[in-house]
Nanobody
Framework: QVQLVESGGGLVQVGDSLRVSCVVS????????MGWFRQTPGKERQFVAR????????DYDDSVKGRFTISRDNAKNMVYLQMNSLKSEDTAVYYC???????????????WGQGTQVTVSS
């Protein structure tokens, strides 16, 4: 059974940095492309970033481009989201998700974590 567990969320100030992490178990980590999403109450889950199984290709939503960096360590079964220059509008629950490698962009992800809260205070 594939499990994803996020960690690293918390309360920070505007302009601060924070790194959230996600560990994957239950299957070979490099079988998956990985993504980060976020959601605020009453809104749909929003795509944030994705990285392919090798870590050679990344993609970001325009709202975070230049501020956030997604990375992965296949030896540790970990995916990270480094968030810099945080804004109040980045406040959300952040979810990591796994899709089988090569899944076309736009197709649903196969597995999801439980989420970690990031709150950016002004």
């Amino acid at each position: 059974q594939v499990q994803l567990v996020e960690s690293g969320g918390g309360l920070v100030q505007v302009g601060d940095s924070l790194r959230v992490s996600c560990v994957v178990s239950g299957r070979t980590f490099s079988d998956f492309d990985m993504g980060w999403f976020r959601q605020t109450p009453g809104k749909e889950r929003q795509f944030v970033a994705r990285i392919n199984w090798r870590g050679s290709n990344t993609d970001y939503d325009d709202s975070v481009k230049g501020r956030f960096t997604i990375s992965r360590d296949n030896a540790k079964n970990m995916v990270y989201l480094q968030m810099n220059s945080l804004k109040s509008e980045d406040t959300a629950v952040y979810y990591c998700a796994a899709a089988y490698a090569g899944t076309p962009v736009g197709r649903p992800y196969d597995f999801w974590g439980q989420g970690t809260q990031v709150t950016v205070s002004s």
